[in-house]
Nanobody, 125 residues
């Protein structure tokens, strides 16, 4: 069982930066994949980024590539999402997710077993 708690959301202006953090408790590191998704009202959760806990390999959606960076800290058991050059269209509730797999980096929400409660990010124009 893995528990996930997000933090770091807030209200910023377009062009600003924000850093989200996800603290994980429970579960092993081996084969763990950690992802970030986001959701706006009336829409499905959208993949943002994923990282392999053991190798550090990352993958991003096209909409955030070059602006967002996902990273993990083994000692703190946290996964961060550094968001730069924020745009109004980045406004959403951001969710941290975890799963265990030996496959490649999963990008579908159905691939993830554990979810945090979400944190709101609002970018004003």
């Amino acid at each position: 069982q893995v528990q996930l708690v997000e933090s770091g959301g807030g209200l910023v202006q377009a062009g600003d930066s924000l850093r989200l953090s996800c603290t994980a408790s429970g579960g092993a590191f081996m084969n763990r994949r950690m992802g970030w998704f986001r959701q706006t009202l009336g829409r499905e959760r959208q993949f943002v980024a994923v990282i392999s806990w053991t190798s550090g390999t990352t993958y991003y959606s096209d909409s955030v590539k070059g602006r967002f960076t996902i990273s993990r800290d083994n000692a703190k058991n946290t996964v961060d999402l550094q968001m730069n050059s924020l745009r109004p269209e980045d406004t959403a509730i951001y969710y941290c997710a975890a799963t265990y797999t030996t496959l490649a980096l999963p990008t579908s929400q159905s691939d993830y077993r554990y979810w945090g409660q979400g944190t709101q990010v609002t970018v004003s124009s």
